[in-house]
């Protein structure tokens, strides 16, 4: 009988320790599968995470170029602006540069016209004397004619005198035209080199703007070549951070296992 009740007894216990390590086993189990619902949604969330920043790593190389755009068509305008500048400076100078020939050219030409004026007069006032004469020639007779006639002849010697005085005169002024005109010449070869030598400098300030606008260029991508590669290079570095601890967490739970099931 006592053995009887024995034997219940350790059947009952060992029936309670198979309920018990059941019951453990149906709890490691939930806990288990608890846990790999979180670490899938730790998954998703850092999966969630990765999309805005990739989207904000897009926007920030967007308005990266958006910028570089701007400065260079800024800097376009200054070039414009600056060409047009000098445009207007030459074109200035130039009009200036005429308006000085042609006032010279004016003023010789007024005096040339002012000196045939003054040959004009004289004509007719020697037009003039003659006929006074002649009209008194007729009045007095002979005598004032002999007196008239010696007048006419140091009046011709005047004429020749004046008209020798007006010959060395045009002379002298075709002298003064014709230095006037190789000054004018020398003037205007002295202006076609200087134009040649401006427009030499010119070219060669433009080539030297382009190579510097080149370089300068070539910098502005280098330097965005290396805030991309270092962009790359964080996100290359937290991807391998994630991975290890991914890999740490597996390790974690493959221990756990083991440790359930031994």
């Known amino acids: 009988m006592t053995e009887n009740k024995g034997e219940k007894e350790r059947e009952n216990d060992g029936e309670r320790r198979r309920e018990r390590e059941k019951e453990s086993d149906r709890e490691k189990r939930r806990e288990r599968e608890n846990d790999g619902e979180q670490r899938r949604e ?29 400065k260079k068509v800024t800097e376009n305008k200054g070039e414009r602006e600056r060409k047009r500048q000098r445009t207007k400076e030459r074109e ?9 020939e042609r006032e010279k050219e004016k003023e010789s030409d007024r005096e040339q016209r002012r000196e045939i004026e003054r040959e004009k007069s004289d004509r007719q006032q020697r037009r003039d004397r003659e006929k006074v004469k002649e009209n008194n ?27 020798e005085r007006r010959w060395q ?26 134009e040649k030598e401006k427009e030499s400098d010119r070219e060669q300030r433009r ?30 570095d937290r991807e391998q951070k994630r991975e290890r601890e991914r890999e740490k967490e597996r390790d974690r739970e493959k221990g756990e296992r083991e440790r359930q099931r031994k």
């Open 42 to 70: 730790r998954e998703r969330e850092r999966e969630n995470d990765g999309e805005p920043r990739k989207e904000r790593e897009k926007e920030s190389d967007r308005e990266q170029r958006r910028e570089r755009e701007r």
């Open 92 to 100: 200035t100078k130039k009009v200036t540069e005429n308006k000085g």
């Open 137 to 163: 020639l007729e009045r007095d007779g002979g005598e004032k004619a002999t007196e008239i006639k010696g007048e006419k002849e140091s009046d011709r010697e005047q004429r020749k005198g004046k008209r």
């Open 169 to 194: 005169r045009s002379k002298v002024r075709d002298k003064v035209t014709e230095k006037k005109e190789r000054e004018r010449e020398k003037v205007t070869e002295k202006k076609g080199e200087r």
């Open 207 to 236: 080539k030297r703007e382009k190579e510097s606008d080149r370089e300068q260029r070539r910098e502005r991508e280098k330097e965005c070549d290396r805030e991309q590669r270092k962009e790359r290079k964080k996100e290359s």
